[in-house]
């Protein structure tokens, strides 16, 4: 099975004595797990917090991007010069400006494409890019710059893009690699050992990141140094890119983000809007803004891709799993992405014969990136229903034929087991919570509304790696300040770790100052994302946290005469064990006075050597379905999470919340609609793109944290929580539909349009 995307490269683990992993384990604690408030949270809601959006640099040039509004197309030329004559116009940029022929898409084989590529592969492929003194002149000047377009056959359906005469996307066709095949076992022995087979094809569409946040870069030079404030999950990734395009030192490139509005995987990367804000502000030697629109943001900066799933999956009349196969095809647009979306069907259940057989193909549209739980969601839709259709089959009530299926090693990685498995937890607390057996029993109603409940399991499959690091600075009148360079997605992140220090440091929350994500001031840190944000930089925090409340308790030891192993530390203040008159408050210690600051550095170590540290999922959903409009309502729903420690509890429950909602878009109403006639996307826009609102969330939603207290993944306990919280969600309530009405939708999303259509064929319509 193909590795994950780049973004979860790893690196060397630590020197040894340096990093976090000769600390105990916690125990109970004070402040982590506790549910409070962001510690941005004033800026974030009152608007003063600074977003990359939101900088204005004296001088400073607005940009904006001409593109393609072809689905596929060849530049013939490009007239630029009544743009250049614009009144404010101060560079225009394309394919053939000295300077800007830059690779792009670059892989082992060479650059696919390039910044400005004549060769248009999907709608919205930049063409030209202007700066002028504001966004309306930049904007006006895009209009009257003239391109000659040869127009070019294009294919937008996958199952069409491997045909002898479906026009290539790339020189050498449309097979983005060759078919990846997993096995392991004997499939044809596990089918014919199976007391019930199913088998169904299932398609997903194409979801849209839309964060909140839209993408964009401002970039200013001094001299040969830049910097660039981006909207990024990770400013070190985007250093070495601007870096190397520019062949700068690592050190002359410093890139900032202090806050940003979401990003779900479409924010790893330099994007072309930030290399064109980075160009133009060297073209002009002035600062440059260049920040998409809503409406690009649908084009080109990525999705989740759509992909054609059939699933066979054989099951013992005791539910025992004894095959599964499952042969995917995925469409990643017009340039390559690399995550599988095959991995749940390998390493969910424990299941001794199974085939995996992965195709993707080039088409000409937007271009896939990772997107929370690249390849998760889909194959779950695809393994989640099988599971459900199996159960009915052989008479099993859901949640017992998954819990008759649970492994403890993970199969993929040669059997090695998990340092803790919450599932069968989350599946029996969850069903507890949800009243899952008297749910099961309830009429489904015989009038136009039908209820029905439904269920799905679910894991992460990538595990966090070294290598974090942080400082922790305590100052002479007891506050501190933590630095990390990790980015904070709007997750909490900047309140999780500092919580981690007021726990290490028994100091309040609001005596921490963070400085986080800043290639030019702070600690390396990974790119946020993967669910990995908080359990590789915590623990790293942590590690520098402890370092300063040893130095802390060694300089309180010699000044107070004791033995440093009786002292503790609570409320900012020294105290001794079976001593309560000694409370010595840390202003009050000398040489810390006498020193400024106590500091030190912290690293994460590795994972451990011949275990699996992985977060766990079941999720339950009761809906209402209208038999006669189609419309289905999530009335209430239960996520019973295994992601280790609850780091804290608000933003854990917001997290869950977030990923239900994402989710069940996902399942109803989200996808991108791209014309046959023309292979452009018909709903690029907030209004037509369906995203899940408030109105859509139901009102009735139990977070239940399922912490199996596990002392080995890290030495926080804490598995990651982003990505299983959209994991199954979809599948949970494509169940609960099927539940309510005996209609399976095998096709996502499950639109009024296409619910009111199987209804009717069904004969169930209202
Ligand atoms: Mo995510 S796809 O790791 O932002």
Same mark, same amino acid.
């Given at each position: 099975?193909?590795?994950?995307?780049?973004?979860? +490269? %790893? %690196?060397? +683990?630590?020197? +040894?004595?340096?990093?976090?992993?000769?600390?105990?384990?916690?125990?109970?604690?004070? $402040?982590?797990?506790?549910?409070? &408030?962001?510690?941005? =949270?004033?800026?974030? /809601?009152?608007?003063? =917090?600074?977003?990359?959006?939101?900088?204005?640099?004296?001088?400073?040039?607005?940009?904006?991007?001409? *593109?393609? &509004?072809? +689905?596929?197309? *060849?530049?013939?030329?490009?007239?630029? %010069?009544?743009?250049?004559?614009?009144?404010?116009?101060?560079? $225009?940029?394309?394919?053939?400006?000295?300077?800007?022929?830059?690779?792009?898409? /670059?892989? *082992?084989?060479g650059a696919l494409s390039a910044l400005f590529d004549p060769h248009c592969r999907h709608e919205g492929e930049e063409v030209a890019a202007v700066a002028a003194d504001t966004p309306y002149q930049a904007y006006d000047a895009l209009r009257v710059i003239s391109v000659e377009y040869d127009i070019l056959p294009f294919v937008s359906d996958p199952e069409r893009a491997l045909d002898a005469d479906a026009p290539a996307v790339h020189e050498g066709g449309n097979l983005q690699a060759p078919t990846d095949v997993y096995e392991r076992g004997d499939l044809q022995a596990g089918f014919a050992a199976a007391d019930a087979i199913v088998e169904q094809t299932y398609r997903t569409a194409v979801q849209i990141h839309t964060p909140m946040e839209l993408h964009g870069s401002v970039a200013r030079w001094d001299g040969d140094r830049l910097t660039v404030w981006d909207t990024t999950q990770g400013v070190f990734g985007v250093r070495s890119q601007l870096a190397q395009m520019f062949k700068l030192p690592l050190s002359s490139v410093r890139v900032i983000s202090h806050y940003m509005g979401g990003g779900f995987g479409s924010k790893f990367e330099l994007g072309k809007y930030g290399a064109i804000a980075a160009l133009l502000a060297r073209t002009t030697g002035r600062p440059v803004r260049c920040v998409l629109t809503r409406e690009e943001s649908f084009l080109c900066v990525g999705n989740r891709p759509s992909n054609v799933i059939t699933v066979k999956a054989g099951a013992k009349r005791d539910g025992t799993l004894t095959a599964i196969e499952a042969r995917l095809k995925g469409p990643v647009g017009a340039y390559p992405s690399s995550s599988t979306s095959a991995y749940l069907v390998a390493d969910l259940y424990q299941c001794p014969n199974v085939r995996t057989e992965e195709t993707d193909v080039y088409i000409n549209a937007g271009q896939a990136r990772p997107f929370r739980a690249p390849g998760f969601p889909p194959c779950s839709w695809a393994l989640e229903q099988t599971l459900d259709a199996l159960a009915e089959k052989i008479g099993l009530d859901p949640v017992e034929l998954r819990l008759k299926n649970i492994p403890t090693v993970s199969q993929l990685r040669n059997n090695r087991p998990y340092t803790s498995t919450g599932l069968a937890a989350c599946l029996r607390e969850g069903a507890k919570a949800f009243g899952w057996s008297a749910a099961r029993k309830h009429p489904r109603g015989r009038g136009l509304l039908r209820r029905g409940v439904g269920v799905a399991a679910g894991m992460w499959g990538y595990p966090g790696e070294p290598n974090a690091s942080a400082i922790v600075k305590l100052f002479a009148d007891g506050s501190a300040n933590l630095n990390s360079g990790a980015s904070d997605l709007g997750t909490g992140t900047k309140t999780v770790l500092a919580q981690v220090v007021a726990e290490e440091l028994s100091i309040p929350l609001d005596r921490i100052e963070v400085e986080n994500a800043d290639t030019g001031t702070t600690q390396y840190a990974p790119a946020s994302g993967g669910s990995q944000t908080v359990l590789v930089n915590a623990p790293a925090v942590r590690a520098a946290a402890a370092a300063v409340k040893a130095e802390l308790l060694a300089i309180a030891a010699d000044e107070l005469k004791r033995p440093a192993a009786s002292l503790l530390l609570r409320n900012g203040a020294v105290e001794a064990a079976g001593d309560p008159g000694l409370h010595v408050p840390f202003p009050e210690l000398k040489e810390l006075g006498r020193r400024e600051v106590l500091m030190a550095v912290g690293w994460r170590g590795p994972n451990p050597a011949t275990k699996v540290a992985l977060p766990f999922v079941a999720q339950f959903a009761e809906v209402e379905v209208d038999t006669t409009t189609g419309e289905v309502r999530v009335v209430r729903f239960v996520a019973a999470h295994d992601s280790g420690r609850v780091m804290n509890r608000l933003t854990y429950e917001s997290q869950v919340i977030g990923g239900i909602n994402m989710g069940i878009g996902y399942a109803l109403t989200e996808q991108r609609v791209l014309d046959r006639q023309t292979g452009k996307m018909v709903n690029a826009n907030w209004h037509d793109y369906k995203l899940a609102t408030a109105m859509d969330a139901p009102a009735d939603v139990i977070v239940l944290p399922i912490d199996p207290h596990d002392t080995e993944c890290n030495t926080t306990g804490a598995k990651g929580l982003g990505e299983p919280a959209t994991i199954p969600t979809a599948s949970a309530i494509a169940n609960a539909v099927y539940d309510a009405i005996g209609v399976r939708v095998a096709d996502s999303p499950i639109s009024p349009m296409q619910l009111a259509a199987l209804l009717a064929k069904s004969g169930t319509r209202g």
């Open positions: 099975m193909r590795a994950m995307g780049p973004y979860f +490269a %790893s %690196s060397a +683990a630590p020197e +040894a004595g340096k990093s976090d992993t000769a600390l105990a384990p916690w125990g109970e604690t004070a $402040v982590v797990g506790k549910p409070l &408030p962001r510690v941005d =949270a004033a800026e974030r /809601v009152s608007g003063s =917090a600074v977003y990359t959006l939101d900088l204005q640099l004296p001088g400073m040039l607005h940009a904006a991007i001409l *593109r393609c &509004p072809h +689905a596929h197309a *060849r530049v013939k030329g490009v007239d630029t %010069s009544r743009a250049e004559a614009m009144p404010g116009v101060r560079a $225009v940029l394309t394919a053939s400006t000295p300077g800007a022929a830059i690779p792009w898409h /670059v892989t *082992r084989k």
